[in-house]
């Protein structure tokens, strides 16, 4: 069974650009999150997806939008981006977030 | 707002010993449950043992317990029998009930010395 499934790995982009990451979660897993890991640091939330619906969002400016599918994947997008947005991405799912969640191993963005 | 402090920034313990990990955090909510988890070099956050709030009996998970004093605030980590591939970071988690976001501490670098 393969769990949270994240591309790419490592992405290089320089300042202004924009970036997509993408989640594929856990079979069975309908609710996703996303957390940006500075070096470091704890994972912060940025924001999470249920039935394609944002449902919750972190202190992350408007840059930081993300999309689910119906299949339950996700998108996560940042425009405009600054050197302080290098850190890992981490995608987390759950079928019931009581019970915890499932984490990929991130995506690993570097803005030069 | 919810806090996690995790005041030992790294820590190391030689094989088959025990170790305890120290977390500490604020709610003003009365029903959440708090998460250890684990993260090696290859960057996956690993579940390692949950606890309710609402559960007054402390969580086991084979060699992994945890010592969840409610009123102090206070969520510890014990690792007994300590392996090699113990070695990792260590993040406390917080969530309230009906508010799913994951508030994690800073962390624990835990070596494990053969």
């Known amino acids: 069974d393969a769990g949270v499934t994240q591309s790419p790995t490592h992405l290089i982009k320089t300042r202004g650009q924009q970036v997509t990451l993408r989640c594929s979660p856990k079979s069975g897993h309908d609710t996703v999150s996303w957390y940006q890991q500075a070096l470091g640091q704890g994972p912060q939330f940025i924001f999470q997806?249920?039935?394609?619906?944002?449902?919750q969002r972190g202190n992350f400016p408007d840059r930081f939008s993300g999309h689910q599918f119906p299949n339950y994947s996700s998108e996560l997008n940042v425009n405009a981006l600054l050197l302080g947005d290098s850190a890992l991405y981490l995608c987390a799912s759950s079928l019931d977030p009581a019970y915890g969640y499932t984490f990929g191993s991130g995506t690993r963005l570097t803005v030069v | 707002a919810q806090t996690v402090t995790q005041s030992q920034p790294e820590m190391s313990v030689q094989e088959a010993e025990t170790v305890t990990l120290s977390c500490t955090y604020d709610t003003s909510e009365n029903n959440y449950y708090l998460f250890w988890y684990k993260q090696p070099p290859s960057r996956q956050m690993i579940l390692v043992i949950r606890q309710e709030a609402y559960k007054q009996q402390n969580a086991t998970e084979n060699r992994f317990s945890v010592n969840f004093q409610k009123a102090a605030k206070s969520f510890s980590l014990k690792i007994s029998d300590s392996q090699l591939g113990d070695t990792a970071m260590y993040f406390c988690a917080l969530s309230n009930f009906g508010n799913e976001k994951l508030t994690f501490g800073t962390g624990t670098r835990l070596t494990i010395i053969p």
């Open positions: 997806y249920y039935e394609e619906e944002e449902r």
